[in-house]
């Protein structure tokens, strides 16, 4: 992702036209390729929608079919500012960072890697893996008075589950229907994995303070009059209390969201800062070899930083 992306003149417009519940803006994800060539559906950042809430980032992998000693590699790369999140649905995954941890993540566990100023990680698909891979990765961009902190990694092997038996409910992240997740976060902000179980309809309360993001996984899910289908990301505004959907098969979505995040952040590749001369350093730390550590045991290369052209796409 070497292109800036504006960002916030999707919830301009839903505030501008009085928007207090109603409307939803279906926004198709973009199709993009990760490193090795595996194709994701990239939902956040879209032309017109940066961030919702603090999230900034929301990639969906799979489901693929892995073949032995192939699967996802993604090399030693820098990050700046954001947290990395990281939850599987099928699948494993193989986290190496350069404070020096070495994690594998199964499904139902939740990676949080925090850059703080600066942490470099590797992600890549285990060699002795099942063969199937499915999930998301999602960042969130830190706040003014924790973005230049220590990196951290926390790995969560449960997290809290909403079971209504129709319906279950994973808390990633932040506060939901009186439960709160253990995973470290600095924002006010909500993750959700809701699973389907049983057709028919279920309704989930939202913080009307919010903005939200919805994105289906797996099956499909109604809502009013939307379809929902994978590879599209579903805009909530600010002011909904409560998402009604329905679905006519088993079905699971992703629910992100967060009171719209107060700063301007600027999103370049892996880094997210504030302004150029932020992103120029960062980068040129990480090609001189500086401010990042090393990640080691991942067999291959590190990723060279692209170069860095300052402009916004319009
Ligand atoms: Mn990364």
Redesign the pocket.
């Known amino acids: 992702m070497s292109d800036l992306i504006p960002g916030r003149e999707i919830a301009r417009q839903c505030q501008a036209q009085g928007n207090d519940s109603g409307d939803v803006v279906a926004l198709p994800a973009r199709q993009t390729q990760l490193g090795n060539g595996l194709m994701i559906y990239r939902a956040l950042p879209l032309v017109g929608l940066q961030l919702i809430g603090p999230w900034c980032f929301l990639d969906h992998f799979g489901p693929l079919d892995v073949r032995p000693g192939a699967g996802l590699r ?1 090399g030693p ?1 820098p ?1 700046i500012g954001l947290q ?1 999140v990281t939850w599987l649905l099928t699948g494993e995954l193989l986290h190496r960072d350069s404070l020096g941890m070495t994690q594998r993540i199964l499904p139902g566990q939740l990676n949080l890697m925090t850059s703080g100023n600066g942490i470099a ?1 590797s ?1 890549e698909s285990p060699a002795d893996h099942a063969g199937r891979l499915h999930g998301v990765q999602l960042w969130v961009a830190l706040p003014e008075d924790e973005r230049l902190g220590e990196p951290r990694f926390d790995h969560y092997p449960e997290l809290p589950l909403i079971d209504r038996s129709a319906l279950r409910i994973n808390l990633l992240a932040g506060e939901s229907m009186g439960l709160q997740s253990p995973a470290r976060v600095f924002s006010p902000l909500v993750g959700l994995d809701i699973e389907l179980v049983d057709t028919g309809r279920h309704e989930i309360d939202l913080n009307p303070d919010y903005e939200h993001g919805l994105l289906v996984l797996e099956g499909r899910v109604a809502m009013a009059d939307h379809q929902m289908d994978i590879g599209t990301l579903f805009y909530l505004p600010v002011g909904r209390s409560r998402l009604e959907l329905d679905n006519a098969a088993p079905a699971r979505a992703l629910l992100i969201g967060g009171p719209p995040f107060p700063d301007t952040i600027l999103m370049w590749w ?1 880094l997210v800062a504030r302004t150029p001369a932020e992103i120029t350093a960062a980068r040129n730390d990480w090609e001189q070899g500086r401010r990042f550590g090393t990640v080691t045991g991942y067999d291959g290369e590190r990723i060279a930083a692209p170069r860095f052209d300052y402009r916004l796409k319009s």
């Open positions: 993604v790369h990050h990395t990680h992600e892996n």
